[in-house]
């Protein structure tokens, strides 16, 4: 069964950095469009980035635009979200979604993506 596959989450201060993959088992990784998203305890499911097939278009929620950067490698099969100055409220499960081919025309329309892992804890202290 093809998977995505969230990791690369842990416990960072304030300020600090973390790095997350995300590897599609598959084997036609570059037919699909990739996102990240993340739920906090008792919140709805959120946008945070997102990128094209071939890396060549990249979107961003405002809460966490300049301070993260979304980018693929499809010969290893793998979308990345490089964090930096994480912040309390940053503290989420984040996920990973796909979707064929391109992206949705509003990248955050979390019910436009078709496969989704099963996410990461991400948890920032103040």
């Known amino acids: 069964q093809v998977q995505l596959v969230e990791s690369g989450g842990g416990l960072v201060q304030a300020g600090g950095s973390l790095r997350l993959s995300c590897v599609d088992s598959?084997?036609?990784?570059?037919?699909?469009?990739m996102a990240w998203f993340r739920q906090a305890p008792g919140q709805d499911r959120e946008f945070v980035s997102a990128?094209?097939?071939?890396?060549?278009?990249?979107y961003y929620a405002d809460a966490v635009k300049g301070r993260f950067t979304i980018s693929r490698d499809n010969a290893r099969n793998t979308v990345y979200l490089e964090m930096n100055s994480l912040k309390p409220e940053d503290t989420a499960v984040y996920y990973c979604a796909a979707r064929r081919f391109r992206l949705p025309e509003r990248p955050q329309s979390l019910s436009e993506y078709e496969r989704w892992g099963q996410g990461t804890q991400v948890t920032v202290s103040s």
């Open positions: 598959g084997r036609t990784f570059n037919n699909w469009a």
């Open positions: 990128i094209t097939w071939n890396g060549g278009s990249t």
